[in-house]
């Protein structure tokens, strides 16, 4: 008797396969699925494998014809033959898998036994190296500390320049601290600088200039102490608001003490031909601001008094809460950049306690101290959104730029 296996892509095909060999009158014993062996076994289609059996003499079929029960027993012995053989083949897989597994394990714990060595290798080379270098540790040692010297003297070279450009000693400490923590050791004195110089930018924030309402017109109240340029400054925004934006613009004041002031801005808004009135009254107020509702902005003049005239701070309040929900409301503290650092917290403190507001800061070009800009934006959290350097109408005023006062709080020039 003649056993064999044949394989193909399909049944069909293992079976032509083998009638091909041993002729037609070949019994099919078993069927079953056969894959590929090796590493790259996953590429190859699966097949199809065919055992088959066929008598020693072809002639034997033709000629003779077995009793029923022999050929019975023929099949049980050819089935028994062929499950020993596909037992003996599953087993052979089984052991080829396992060795090649056990191969795997054995090259990755050879490898990080290769690694481990290495790593021991280069570190007793380090430890060797430490041992008998005195030397060289010591003068890495003074390397490290003349680098911190020079970091502290550079501390000290920043902290003295902010000090004369009179910023507040518990932000410049802050500032300094902020970038000690953040900075690694050894690090250039110009990265550090960049440091202190984005968290400065970041502490000023980005400025907020005043922008049309959605509806109705905007309504911008300018209040502040006397003498810091309030109607100027608010001739020079009409001027960018009427004639370079091409917007329409009304003039109000509520400056009845001082007839100059009043008199200044009637000659601001004659120069533009925009509308000015004198309000006297929160009636007034309410009236003028319904006359003008079709314009894009109401610049509103305010009395410039001490942040200790009582008196006065009623009226400027009674002006401010004079102003409907209707109406989209900005107000916006004019400070002189001049002025002594206490008196710009107490005037700060006087207005907080009437309504919010945002910060405008004036006479740039009478001092070169400016940290009182940085001092009253954080003292305050008020948006810093204009500045002025200069009387000029319509120029001299600028949206504020913190990265060009940063530079010059850090010594730079213009």
């Avoid at 002639?59 to 099949?75: C, M, Q, R, S, V």
């Avoid at 003297?153 to 910023?167: A, G, P, V, W, Y």
């Avoid at 009043?262 to 009236?287: D, G, W």
């Amino acid at each position: 008797m003649i056993i064999k296996k044949f394989t193909g892509k399909t049944e069909e095909e293992a079976i032509g396969a083998a009638k091909a060999e041993l002729g037609e009158n070949v019994v099919i014993m078993s069927t079953r699925n056969a894959k590929k062996k090796g590493f790259f076994s996953f590429l190859h289609a699966p097949m199809i494998e065919v055992t088959v059996a066929k008598e020693e003499n072809e002639n034997y079929g033709a000629k003779h014809t077995l009793p029923e029960k022999d050929i019975k027993e023929t099949f049980e012995q050819v089935a028994k033959v062929a499950k020993i053989a596909e037992d003996k083949e599953k087993l052979e897989a089984k052991k080829t898998e396992e060795l090649e597994k056990v191969k795997e394990e054995e090259e990755s714990l050879s490898h990080k036994l290769d690694n481990l060595q290495s790593m021991l290798s280069q570190k007793l080379e380090v430890r060797v190296e430490e041992v008998n270098s005195d030397e060289a540790i010591k003068e890495t040692e003074k390397k490290q500390e003349k680098k911190e010297q020079e970091m502290e003297q550079f501390i000290k070279l920043l902290r003295q320049t902010m000090t004369d450009s009179e910023m507040d000693s518990k932000y410049i400490d802050q500032i300094i601290e902020e970038m000690s923590e953040s900075s690694k050791p050894g690090v250039p004195f110009d990265t550090a600088l960049a440091d202190v110089y984005q968290r400065m930018i970041l502490k000023f924030g980005k400025a907020e200039p005043i922008k049309p309402a959605t509806k109705n017109p905007k309504v911008v109240f300018f209040v502040g102490p006397t003498g810091v340029g309030k109607t100027t400054t608010i001739a020079k925004l009409a001027s960018r608001f009427s004639l370079n934006e091409e917007k329409k613009v009304a003039l109000l004041t509520t400056d009845t003490y001082r007839i100059a002031a009043a008199e200044q801005l009637r000659t601001y808004a004659n120069i533009l031909s925009v509308p000015f009135r004198i309000i006297y009254s929160e009636e007034e107020m309410e009236k003028a601001l319904e006359d003008f509702r079709a314009f894009d902005y109401i610049l509103v003049d305010t009395a410039g008094h001490s942040q200790k005239n009582a008196e006065q701070k009623e009226l400027t309040e009674g002006f401010l809460s004079s102003v409907g929900e209707e109406y989209e409301k900005e107000v916006f503290l004019v400070l002189s950049a001049n002025t002594k650092y206490r008196d710009l917290l107490e005037i700060a403190d006087t207005y907080k306690k009437m309504t919010q507001f945002k910060l405008i800061f004036t006479k740039l070009d009478e001092t070169s101290a400016l940290g009182c800009l940085l001092n009253l934006k954080l003292y305050t959290g008020a948006s810093l959104c204009y500045i002025t350097n200069g009387q000029n109408v319509p120029g001299d005023l600028e949206e504020f730029n913190p990265q060009k006062v940063v530079k010059l709080l850090l010594g730079g020039k213009n």
